[in-house]
């Protein structure tokens, strides 16, 4: 067990709804990173945020955002979804946002959207 | 642009014997190099890293990982293999580019070992 929590473990909605993925990161990390794991794109990185403040960006769409909270647990929304957008959506978390720091991973929230 | 690759989808091998799973990096500036694995349905457990120094990186469960600069690669190595090593293992690379430290992972498209009893 990592310490990193996500609900739900799974979502199924349907196209064009709006889902909302929680992370709560190990106590005493200040970072939080979202990735995307999917067959064709492999794991791809979303956004990261450091102590409420965004950090760096990757692939994320327009559609998507994410936010994290004063209490430091995050929330990425996902709106007008797609049958894309189906993948495993996982949270990671770090202590510091340094590039040396190791992430550890939360066991990810299967969204599929049919 | 960083990137990673692992030349092999699959490796197999045999339990008791040794295992190297391959990665190659790219990379403008420094890497930081992480290997990462991931059993069904879980999240990806850390493994090792390597920063500086020593080329030879000792991890969790047995694993090492051997830094070359001169090749870029970073492979990961286990001198006798368990069958409850069977899993999905993700090379990563994060680039220290300057005084600027990006919070990316970019991983390679992952390596699935199946260890024979």
């Known amino acids: 067990d990592s310490g990193v929590t996500q609900t739900p473990k799974h979502l199924i909605t349907a196209t064009g709804q709006r889902v909302t993925l929680r992370c709560s990161p190990r106590?005493?990390?200040?970072?939080v990173y979202w990735y995307q794991q999917s067959l064709d794109q492999g794991l791809q990185f979303l956004i990261q945020?450091?102590?409420?403040?965004?950090?760096a960006k990757g692939n994320i769409l327009e559609r998507f955002s994410a936010q994290q909270f004063p209490d430091l647990h995050s929330e990425l929304n996902l709106s007008s979804l797609e049958l894309g957008d189906s993948a495993l959506y996982f949270c990671?978390?770090?202590?510091?946002?340094?590039?040396?720091?190791?992430?550890?991973f939360g066991p990810g929230t299967r969204l599929t959207v049919l | 642009a960083q990137s990673v690759a692992q030349p092999e989808d699959q490796v197999n091998v045999a339990e008791g014997n040794p295992l190297t799973v391959k990665c190659t990096y790219s990379?403008?500036?420094?890497?930081?190099l992480f290997w990462y694995v991931q059993y069904p349905n879980r999240g990806l457990q850390f493994l090792l890293k390597?920063?500086?120094?020593?080329?030879l990186v000792k991890g969790s469960y047995g694993f090492e990982a051997e830094f070359n600069k001169s090749q870029t690669s970073f492979h990961l190595k286990k001198p006798s293999a368990l069958v409850s090593d069977s899993a999905l293992y993700f090379c990563?690379?994060?680039?220290?580019?300057?005084?600027?430290?990006?919070?990316?992972?970019?991983f390679g498209q992952g390596t699935i070992l199946t260890v024979h009893p």
């Open positions: 990671a978390s770090s202590v510091l946002a340094s590039s040396y720091n190791e992430q550890f």
């Open positions: 106590s005493g990390d200040l970072s």
């Open positions: 945020y450091y102590n409420g403040e965004e950090r």
């Open positions: 990379v403008s500036g420094n890497p930081y």
């Open positions: 390597y920063i500086t120094g020593d080329n």
């Open positions: 990563a690379v994060r680039d220290w580019a300057g005084g600027t430290s990006y919070g990316k992972l970019t």
